[in-house]
């Protein structure tokens, strides 16, 4: 195996950042990590990811932020909580996994060639504006995000049979009152300001 070495100065750590991920994940244990291992060893996708649970609560404790938020780890993370229920520390790693997320999109860090952001935000974006998901739509809003179009023809097999056995529809699913639903969301982001 090809081992690549990364120098990082510590000029270019972030201080702030295991404060900011403690605030926003309501983990304030971060600082009690072990490095035990329990976490990986627990994940089912940590052999996908490139940096482990473990590594990542280490990197976040650090200041890596750059690199934690370019991970594909908190993309891949299956929210299944096995690390979570396992830690001998009770850090809440599933629920920094969710808020490395979130930083990622806010700082435009994510990976940009990765369906699970783009999904997200797309999902994100159709349930804000008609209160509910409707799959076609997301899976064509997410493929035309990525600018992949091969995908959709690599994907139209198992679309149409979806859609003869009733499982996907064309039609854009949308609740009654929208209006009331974007009165609610306009004074939540206003009360998070
Ligand atoms: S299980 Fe908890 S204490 Fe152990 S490495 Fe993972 S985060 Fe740290
Ligand atoms: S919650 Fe995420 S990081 Fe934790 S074990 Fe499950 S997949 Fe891995």
Redesign the pocket.
């Known amino acids: 195996m090809e081992i690549h070495r990364k120098i990082i100065f510590e000029g270019e750590l972030d201080k702030n950042f295991l404060s900011e991920i403690k605030a926003k994940s309501y983990s304030e244990e971060i600082n009690r ?7 990986s060893s627990s994940c089912p996708m940590a052999e996908y990811m490139d940096y482990s ?2 590594k990542i ?1 280490a990197m976040v404790k650090h200041g890596f932020k750059d690199d934690v938020l370019k991970s594909f780890t908190p993309w891949l993370c299956a929210s299944c909580y096995s ?1 979570q229920v ?4 009770q ?1 809440k ?1 599933t629920d920094v996994m969710y808020c490395l997320r979130r930083e990622a999109v806010e700082a435009g860090a994510y990976p940009s060639k990765m369906p699970v952001p783009a999904l997200a935000q797309e999902m994100h974006k159709l349930i804000a504006k008609n209160g509910r998901n409707s799959e076609l739509w997301l899976v064509v809003k997410m493929y035309l995000r990525l600018k992949d179009f091969i995908g959709p023809l690599k994907m139209a097999g198992t679309g149409i049979d979806l859609m003869r056995t009733g499982r996907l529809s064309l039609k854009m699913e949308k609740i009654k009152n929208t209006k009331q639903l974007h009165t609610l969301l306009k004074a939540v982001s206003e009360e998070a300001k």
């Open positions: 990590c072990i490095q035990c291992g329990t976490c649970p473990r609560i690390c396992r830690c001998p520390s850090i790693i």
